[in-house]
Nanobody, 115 residues
Framework: QVQLVESGGGLVQPGGSLRLSCAAS????????MGWYRQAPGKQRELVAL???????FYADSVKGRFTISRDNAKNTVYLQMNSLTPEDTAVYYC?????????WGQGTQVTASS
């Protein structure tokens, strides 16, 4: 089994920054991908960013140039640096790990950009 624990969410003013972290533990293989999804009230969960084991990345168009995903393989941790936050970024952010045809989710962390 794999456990994912997120941290770093909170309330920030529009234009501000936050950094999310997600630590994975358990039976983790090196050939995994990790990513962040988000779900706003009344909307479907959507992909924000992905990073492969080799460091390749993918971003949703809505966050390109503002968000940066990175990972520390030694710590099995993935990060999401979020800059220039807008109210439209307000959502619960979920960490995701995919490996060997299995997908695992964290419990979610709230991010709110509001004045």
């Amino acid at each position: 089994q794999v456990q994912l624990v997120e941290s770093g969410g909170g309330l920030v003013q529009p234009g501000g920054s936050l950094r999310l972290s997600c630590a994975a533990s358990g039976n983790i293989f090196s050939d995994n991908s990790m990513g962040w999804y988000r779900q706003a009230p009344g909307k479907q969960r959507e992909l924000v960013a992905l990073i492969g084991g080799g460091g390749g990345t993918f971003y949703a168009d809505s966050v390109k140039g503002r968000f940066t995903i990175s990972r520390d393989n030694a710590k099995n941790t993935v990060y999401l640096q979020m800059n220039s936050l807008t109210p439209e970024d307000t959502a619960v952010y979920y960490c995701n790990l995919k490996q060997r045809l299995q997908a695992y989710w964290g419990q979610g962390t709230q991010v709110t950009a509001s004045s």
